[in-house]
């Protein structure tokens, strides 16, 4: 049995697995170069970690062992082969540890103007279950599962997808957003992309988008919920006992209900479905349709 200093030291290790330089790929114009690097972290069972990047994805993974394995993919361009393999050095991947947290930064160094943009760096990262998160990138799509503890997600330009969490804070501009199984207070906001939210528990719900369908199926904890949209359906899917009051809105839809205690006009629905709910709901579509409706057993 290995000794608990002998077992450190293996997993300070770090292994590089230096990928073939991607010949000849061209992006835009410009040739882009790969390498790969792994490397493992000691961890508590609950930490805090830090993932953020530029131009590139992430994804995060709930594991069984109290440790961080990361897989790094940096990239390199230029307008030559040499230029992009050059350009690696600039892809600077730094690590940050201290009691419950840990920082994992991918960031370009050196003249920014010196690369033709397609230079980035890709994390996935094995946390911890217990872990709670925050995943930050500009470019790229951000997914998370597994991990049972706080999840924030910043993104510039793509989708994002979790899996579980308690405590959920998800922002993108330009992508669509896909929640399953959270928990605690959930706040989705988006501009250009589809809202889909499922199998929610008791979570307070805040869901924001512009140009496209909210969905939301699960159950509402006591408090306030906004659900909102400008271009595109808005559908909540509720049990059929639950007791909750709403104020439901559009302008260019119609509406539509299977709870026989609430209100239906030709552009809203109102009431309450038990005295004095706990749960209290405002959803707003400006062009679409307005659906509350009891999820099927």
């Known amino acids: 049995m290995r000794s608990r200093l002998a077992r450190l030291a293996a997993l300070l ?37 830090l993932v953020e990047t530029f131009n590139g ?29 050059r350009d690696l050095e600039n892809v600077r991947i730094d690590v940050e540890t201290a009691p419950d947290r840990i920082a994992i930064t ?21 946390v911890p279950a217990g872990a709670s998160v925050e995943l930050r990138t500009s470019n790229g799509r951000v997914e998370a599962a597994n991990v049972t503890g706080s999840i924030v997600v910043r ?11 308690h405590d959920l804070d998800l922002d993108t501009t ?3 957003v896909s929640v399953n199984g959270p928990e605690g207070r959930l706040r989705v906001s988006t501009s250009n992309g589809g809202i889909d939210i499922l199998s929610a528990r008791d979570v307070v719900l805040s869901a924001r988008t512009s ?10 904890a006591p408090g306030s919920h906004a659900l909102a949209t400008t271009n595109g359906d808005c559908s909540i899917g509720l049990p059929g006992d639950a007791a909750f009051a709403i ?10 209900t299977d709870f026989p205690a609430l209100t239906l006009t030709d552009a809203t629905i109102a009431g309450e479905t038990a005295p004095a709910p706990a749960v209290r709901i405002v959803a707003a579509t400006t062009n679409g349709d307005l659906s509350v409706l009891t999820q099927l057993p």
């Open 13 to 49: 290790a770090v292994g590089v697995l230096t990928g073939a330089l991607a010949g000849g790929c061209a992006v835009n114009g410009s040739v882009v170069a790969t390498e790969q690097e792994r490397r493992t972290i000691p961890a508590d069972e609950a930490p805090f970690i």
């Open 57 to 85: 994805r992430i994804s995060v993974q709930g594991g069984a062992d109290p440790v961080v394995e990361v897989r790094i993919t940096r990239r390199g361009s230029g307008t030559s082969q040499d230029r992009a393999e």
């Open 106 to 126: 991918a960031r370009r160094t050196g003249d920014p103007s010196a690369s033709p943009g397609n230079s980035g760096a890709d994390l996935e990262v094995i």
């Open 155 to 165: 993104t510039s330009n793509g989708s994002v997808t979790t899996r579980g969490g």
């Open 174 to 176: 330009n992508g669509d």
């Open 211 to 220: 140009n496209a369908a909210i969905v939301f199926s699960g159950t509402l």
């Open 247 to 256: 104020e439901g809105t559009t302008t260019n839809g119609t509406v539509r």
